[in-house]
């Protein structure tokens, strides 16, 4: 009773005898001045490297000492460390489940460590030290301990089995040689080995070969892969941009036929205002004219109707209004008539030009009239979206409205939550998107990701929960050059300054988009996927702040 407590309080204060440079039981175990105790070489390796300074200081608690001092061995901590060491021996050696028992230990078995295939028998440490001392036993092949001795033995003679017969392709004992196999070609098993090793080594070498041969397939496959990659990427960047500079210039021309319509308009309206005041006041004339003939028509003075009458007669002799007519070919049919014929030709254009892309691209016909193409659509599927602080990460605090995250860079004391990252200097919105959706965000500082995510992403862990960093996010790295990210994946995108960043899901169409929001709305990076789950905006946030913007709609 005594001796198993003493070995359970030993086992319990093992830790004791560690070396605390190389973490292992101590080795020619030594006590520096600090009452501290360390390995002879390891101290010794620690004080070579400040030879140069001349002081001397302990690795556990720092104390320094001048000058260096003499090291001895600490023959109590080397007694105690022999009897840890008996004490370990002695508890590893029961057999447990799936251990081969020693042949020739009584009561209780020990693990035995080799086995004999001359004595046929496997030995614990204590009783294969015969074999390793006593001269006629140090000629046995002995072998790692093992449980299949009995199918080394022939069964019919009982001998052990040391000898291939080529005949029946089988190993028997050298009995068999008289009886079952007399007269075959019977070779010892060394010798067929060494045969058979080439063999073997022939047939790992053609394997290697294959092998080789398929990693190098691989390889090819997956740089042909990149190569796909890389090109539809550049051939995507190429189309948005010839579209956009296409969308430039009919909007240039737009601009310029409204300009000419309205020089036009101005022109003919500052005509048509001359002619209205000119008409104008030659009614004027004419009603007063007419309120004076009234006049004298009332007049009952026979002579001052006489004299009056010529005077006004002569007067009022009708104008010619030819002078002061309206233009009537002002019209603009002949433009809307051009137009609508250039809109029929460029369509026709378009349909016979995107025949002639191959098939592997026949998605860019498919190309919906429905889709957004100006901010103002887009904001039609505005979401207004809050972050959720059950989230977020210590590192990061919210605002009061939960639509801006900042970077603090000390540990904020949040209630512990299951879904709050912990790694990561990241956090999720707490509404999830479906459908169509898009949203704004700006942001500043130097080492922010915009994301999307699925709720399911890790929340602790390495670098397998960072956004992008696995195949439930997709994130877009606001860094010099900018990057996009996903399942581990780096695609470098075109080096541009960007603040504020405009961000479209369309869930069922699997699209998702950003967008530089500045005087003008430009595509930065857009993925095509399949969404499998409702999706969160999130945010990787380090040294910088992310502000969610609202809209009033």
């Not at 006593?134 to 092949?141: D, G, I, S």
């Not at 050298?174 to 196999?181: A, F, G, I, K, V």
């Not at 090109?231 to 296409?246: G, M, P, Y």
């Not at 103002?376 to 599927?381: H, I, N, P, R, T």
Request: charged content about 25%; aromatic content about 8%; proline content about 4%.
């Amino acid at each position: 009773m005594y001796r198993t407590m003493a070995e359970a309080s030993i086992s319990v204060d093992q830790d004791q005898f560690c070396c605390p440079v190389c973490l292992d039981l101590l080795k020619n175990p030594v006590t520096v001045p600090c009452g501290h105790s360390f390995c002879m070489d390891c101290i010794n390796g620690c004080w070579d490297q400040e030879d140069q300074s001349g002081v001397y200081s302990c690795p556990q608690c720092r104390e320094t000492f001048t000058p260096r001092p003499v090291l001895r061995r600490s023959y109590f901590i080397a007694e105690m460390l022999e009897k840890l060491k008996k004490i370990e021996l002695q508890a590893a050696s029961p057999a447990g489940p799936g251990d081969v028992e020693c042949d020739f230990c009584t009561g209780r078995k020990l693990r035995a460590v080799k086995s004999c295939l001359t004595c046929l028998a496997s030995f614990c440490e204590a009783h294969l030290k015969p074999h390793q001392e006593v001269p006629a036993l140090k000629n046995h092949k002995l072998v790692k301990a093992s449980k299949q001795l009995q199918e080394k033995i022939c069964s019919q003679h009982d001998k052990l089995i040391e000898i291939y017969c080529r005949t029946d392709h089988s190993c028997i004992c050298y009995l068999c040689t008289m009886h079952e196999h007399k007269g075959h070609d019977i070779v010892e098993a060394e010798v067929v080995r060494a045969q058979k090793e080439d063999e073997l080594k022939q047939i790992q070498k053609k394997l290697q070969q294959r092998l080789q041969e398929k990693e190098q397939k691989l390889q090819q496959l997956k740089k042909e892969v990149n190569t796909l990659k890389c090109s539809a990427q550049a051939a995507v960047e190429d189309s948005e941009k010839i579209f956009t500079e296409l969308i430039h210039s009919i909007e240039k021309k737009r601009s310029e036929v409204t300009e000419l319509i309205r020089a036009q308009e101005k022109t003919e309206l500052r005509e048509a205002e001359e002619r209205l005041e000119k008409l104008e006041q030659q009614i004027s004339d004419l009603k007063r004219r007419n309120d004076e003939l009234n006049q004298l028509s009332q007049t009952e003075d026979h002579i001052s109707f006489l004299q009056s009458f010529q005077t006004l007669c002569i007067s009022s002799e009708p104008e010619d209004s030819s002078s002061v007519s309206v233009h009537q070919q002002l019209s603009f049919d002949a433009v809307r008539k051009s137009l609508s014929d250039l809109k029929e030709r460029l369509e026709q254009f378009c349909i016979r030009e995107f025949s002639k892309i191959p098939p592997q691209a026949g998605l860019l016909q498919t190309i919906s009239a429905s889709e957004p193409r100006t901010r103002s659509d887009f904001l039609q599927y505005f979401w207004r979206l809050t972050l959720d602080p059950n989230t977020v990460h210590q590192f990061l605090s919210l605002s009061k409205s939960n639509t801006e995250v900042r970077f603090r860079g000390f540990g904020l004391q949040f209630s512990k939550h299951p879904e709050r990252f912990d790694s990561r200097p990241q956090v999720l919105s707490k509404e999830s998107v479906c459908g169509r959706a898009y949203w704004e965000v700006e942001w500043s500082g130097e080492w922010v990701s915009i994301s999307v995510s699925y709720k399911g992403i890790s929340r602790k862990g390495g670098q397998e929960s960072k956004f992008g960093r696995n195949d439930l996010s997709w994130s877009l790295e606001c860094s010099s050059p900018p990057s996009f990210w996903h399942n581990n994946i780096k695609t470098e995108l075109p080096n541009q300054s960007f603040s504020r960043v405009g961000v479209y899901v369309d869930h069922s169409a699997g699209t998702l988009s950003f967008y530089n929001i500045s005087h003008t709305m430009t595509l930065i990076h857009t993925v095509q996927t399949t969404f499998t789950q409702p999706l969160h905006a999130g945010f990787w946030v380090d040294w910088g702040s992310v502000n969610l913007c609202d809209f009033q709609m």
